[in-house]
């Protein structure tokens, strides 16, 4: 029950973000805004740990931060790019939904499963249809979209990356901040590199926030996106890292990316209400059926783990201090 509470939590946090970043787009370069929103989240897991009374053991810190580095401050700025390219929040949202096909995907490439070869199937089948009327509905580039896929992948790789890492069932917070520790780290550097002395590429700001240097766009920040900052922080890069690192020991780091779907069904609701007068018919009718057949891959994807595997994670031994 709880592993369930945790999914929908998460899930549904995951699946607004796209939402929030959609807001403050305009007003950050993606560097910029990636390394604010994990700053602030950084802040928020740092205060809960300052309020936990026993002493906690990091394990496997390493592989953490490199799997820290792929699940925020990569895709989060390519995501942010792809959107600042005019991507609609509707593309963004299913393709990310997607996150699931491509570590499945990745999990059957490395051997770490055998069979799903038709979920995958009709699941990139899925992918294709959604990025097939992408091109003509919204404004959005190609290379907008491409940056979104690459996002996507690298979500995908971190999750079975960190599928190691439930071995050691470590407490969530301090895996959490260490992960969004290690993506502030690198985002602050390049916004400093990059961003403050405005050069900045493209590629990397398609709305040249940046030009002016010295982070001159700052004073132009409302105070409406200055909030949806603040919800991307607390809520994007602390309270679904969390949740993240508790389905990590309860049902692994594969598939804790379902969490990702309900992004999909965003996008859903996002096109079938805010676009149907910029796009035609046969553009919603592709993207609606795009996503069906990825929500169904997933479902002949990923099973309910049976009580037998919860059972088999719950007696897996844990690696106390004294021991190590």
């Known amino acids: 029950m709880a592993e369930a509470a945790a999914l929908v939590g998460s899930a549904m946090i995951s699946g607004s973000m796209f939402l929030f970043t959609s807001v403050v787009k305009d007003a950050f370069p993606p560097l910029s805004l990636v390394m604010c929103r994990l700053i602030l989240g950084c802040c928020g897991l740092l205060c809960l740990l300052l309020l936990q009374e026993k002493q906690l053991v990091l394990e496997d810190g390493p592989r953490l931060c490199v799997v820290g580095l792929m699940n925020t401050v990569l895709p989060y700025t390519l995501y942010a790019a792809a959107l600042s390219m005019g991507e609609s929040v509707s593309a963004a949202s299913a393709l990310a939904g997607a996150t699931p096909i491509f570590a499945a995907g990745l999990c059957v490439l490395s051997r770490r499963r055998t069979s799903g070869w038709p979920g995958l199937a009709l699941g990139m089948c899925g992918v294709l249809l959604i990025v097939s009327r992408h091109g003509r509905w ?6 907008g979209m491409m940056l979104q896929l690459l996002g996507v992948l690298f979500k995908a790789s971190a999750a079975v990356l ?6 050691a069932r470590p407490s969530p917070l301090l895996p959490a ?11 602050a550097a390049l916004s400093l590199l990059l961003d403050c002395r405005g050069v900045t590429p493209q590629l990397l700001d398609p709305k040249r926030l940046s030009r002016g240097g010295g982070y001159s766009f700052l004073a132009s920040v409302s105070l ?5 900052l603040l919800g991307l922080s ?12 508790f389905l990590l020991a309860r049902v692994g780091a594969v598939r804790q990316t379902l969490m990702d779907q309900l992004a999909l ?3 859903v609701l996002e096109a079938l209400f805010r676009h149907e007068q910029e796009a035609s018919t046969s553009e919603v009718v592709i993207f609606l059926l795009g996503a069906a057949l990825v929500m169904t891959a997933t479902a002949l994807l990923y ?8 059972d ?13």
Do not use: N
Request: glycine letters at 8%; hydrophobic letters at 45%; aromatic letters at 6%.
């Open 138 to 143: 919204a404004g959005g580039s190609w290379l």
């Open 162 to 167: 960190a599928q190691d890492l439930r071995k």
């Open 177 to 187: 901040l260490v992960q969004a520790a290690a993506g502030a780290a690198l985002a």
């Open 224 to 228: 409406t996106q200055w909030l949806c």
């Open 234 to 245: 607390l809520l994007g890069s602390c309270a679904v890292y969390l949740l993240q690192f």
């Open 265 to 267: 069904v965003i996008g």
């Open 303 to 310: 099973q309910p783990p049976s009580q037998r595997e919860i």
């Open 312 to 324: 088999t994670i719950s007696m897996e031994p844990m690696v106390s201090p004294e021991s190590s």
